[in-house]
T-cell receptor
Framework: AQSVTQPDIHITVSEGASLELRCNYS??????LFWYVQSPGQGLQLLLK??????LVQGIKGFEAEFKRSQSSFNLRKPSVHWSDAAEYFC????????????FGTGTRLQVTL | DTGVSQDPRHKITKRGQNVTFRCDPI?????LYWYRQTLGQGPEFLTY????????KSRLLSDRFSAERPKGSFSTLEIQRTEQGDSAMYLC?????????????FGPGTRLTVT
């Protein structure tokens, strides 16, 4: 069975500081990996995805993530956080070939201090 | 492209009542998904459709839950004899089968409160 672990429930960073949100997955084959962001009252928005190829993927809003197969990780990074990045971030894994049923982690709430 | 829409956005009901939610996917998206999100948790998969066929159902979807997508366009999720444990945000998403995006576009959700 596929699973996702986001070990950090809540992270606080100062505006302008760098950010790394951790994600570890468990999947029996090559996974499809995703990061979504959810702001209060908003739907989930896809930040980036990994299917194959280059293990460093670029997304929207200046985010990037690196897939490390040996560590079963897909950590999300941003070099300089903006106050508007405050939100809940979810890592998700989907089955290879279809990405139909997504399994999400429990999320990391990001707070940005000015 | 107006995005995925869900109706209603909020629903308060008494225990034991039936409720029905509607989801309108992005036009031409042939896949439609339902997820449930409780407080402090990530979304949990409930079921998904490809066109009008329901291809997979989670064990979370008890006999009190039923989902339909009669014409392969909008979908409804019905909960019969609601229980307090059904209180959650119900999310709908849609995507295009095939291609290389596999991106699920989510709607704003329907928040259900069972009193």
């Amino acid at each position: 069975a596929q699973s996702v672990t986001q070990p950090d429930i809540h992270i606080t960073v100062s505006e302008g500081a760098s950010l790394e949100l951790r994600c570890n997955y468990s999947y029996g084959a090559t996974p499809y990996l995703f990061w979504y962001v959810q702001s209060p009252g908003q739907g989930l928005q896809l930040l980036l995805k990994y299917f194959s190829g280059d293990t460093l993927v670029q997304g929207i809003k200046g985010f990037e993530a690196e897939f490390k197969r040996s560590q079963s990780s897909f950590n999300l990074r941003k070099p300089s956080v903006h106050w508007s990045d405050a939100a809940e971030y979810f890592c998700a894994v989907g089955p290879y070939g279809t990405a139909s049923k997504l399994t999400f982690g429990t999320g990391t709430r990001l707070q940005v201090t000015l | 492209d107006t995005g995925v829409s869900q109706d209603p956005r909020h629903k308060i009901t008494k225990r034991g009542q039936n409720v029905t939610f509607r989801c309108d996917p992005i036009s031409e998206h042939n896949r439609l998904y339902w997820y449930r999100q409780t407080l402090g948790q990530g979304p949990e998969f409930l079921t998904y459709f490809q066109n009008e066929a329901q291809l997979e159902k989670s064990r979370l979807l008890s006999d009190r839950f039923s989902a339909e997508r009669p014409k392969g366009s909008f979908s409804t999720l019905e909960i019969q004899r609601t229980e307090q444990g059904d209180s959650a945000m119900y999310l709908c998403a849609s995507s295009v089968d095939g291609g290389w995006t596999y991106e699920q576009y989510f709607g704003p959700g329907t928040r259900l409160t069972v009193t």
